[in-house]
């Protein structure tokens, strides 16, 4: 067993807290060790695990010790592994007494996830920090020679079983205020505002087929509720029909029932990083919102994974596919796209499952920090 630092500085939105809190918990519960998670937003971290309490200093959460890293951080007693996450620069006094260590931390940068080639040239690389201390690059990624993805050791027993399960499918939606309708596709919607919404809600509200559309509490509510000329803010709860269209505000639930309800759905729109992967894991076809960076860098970073993705679909599926993310993340074309897409579903419904198989058959991210800890000792 070691002890292990993880510091998270929530930028905005979930992503970090939601990466180094699955992280943490994993690190306890599978590999044993003595983790504490440092969060500077609280607030954040409690939307992601109800349980938790905001107003705590210092808390003992799923085998994890979860504090508040507040502006008077004070020094502790060194860990045997630093991981400052996304590059969210460690307090000057942790550097300081790193240096300071007679047996120094292994001190870990852990980066974004990204598809693009040159990850794999810079997973693990060393950069001097003075003293002899060094910091790593910890890169996650989609393929071998980068350190992989999260994914907790029953993750896939747990989802297959759930989904094999219609009962306990049937309890949690009731337990969200859902109640599935006969050959209703159900898909959930987490994304960032999006000026192309409209045009999909058009499509989906004339489509041959019903479709319940599950939107929890976020950034996207602003656009929805402009579809649907709605003069006040969307409370979870709300409902609306639109043609063959049933809509439904949820709550923002814990990150675990988020998983369930992503097993849940048919079809998963997710963003950022966190939810990106978990949608993967889900075994169900996915539309993502990549996180929009400056000068438009987001791009190849979309078209990277896609060229992985995309590997193994017929080349007409493929197209579709990559013309509907390319839509959504543009904001415009989502009502031709998703109407090109509909003939290409049973095949992306088999991809969906493949392409999780086949991730699944490398080492997960918590894994690959364990081992490149061990081989540092
Ligand atoms: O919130 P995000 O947009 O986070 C982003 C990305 O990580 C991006 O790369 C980063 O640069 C930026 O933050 C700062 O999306 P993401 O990564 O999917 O994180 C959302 C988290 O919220 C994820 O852990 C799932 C969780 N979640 C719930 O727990 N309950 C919910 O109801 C929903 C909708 C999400």
Redesign the pocket.
Known sequence: MASWDIFCSV??????I??TWRLARQLAAEHGHHVRLWVDEPAAFVA?CPQADARLKRQQVAGVEVCHWAADWQSEALADVVIEAFGCTLPEAQVAAMRAAARQPLWLNLE?LSAEDWVVGCHGLPSPQGQGLQKYFFFPGFVAGTGGVLRERELLARRRAFQADPAARRVFLAGLGITVQDQARLISL?AYENPGLGEWLDALAVDPQVTQLLV?R?RILGDLRQWLGEAGDLEPGFMAQRGNLQLQVLP????DD?DRLLWCCDFNA???????V?AQWAGRPLLWHI?PQEEGAHWEKLDAFLALYLQGLSPAAAQALHELWRAWNAGAGMGAAWVAARPHWPEWREHAEKWCAEQASRPDLAAALEQFYQESL
């Open positions: 930028v905005d939105n979930y992503g970090d939601g990466v992601l974004y987490f929890p976020g923002f639930v814990s990150q988020y997710v963003r950022g990083e966190d939810s990106f978990r996180y």
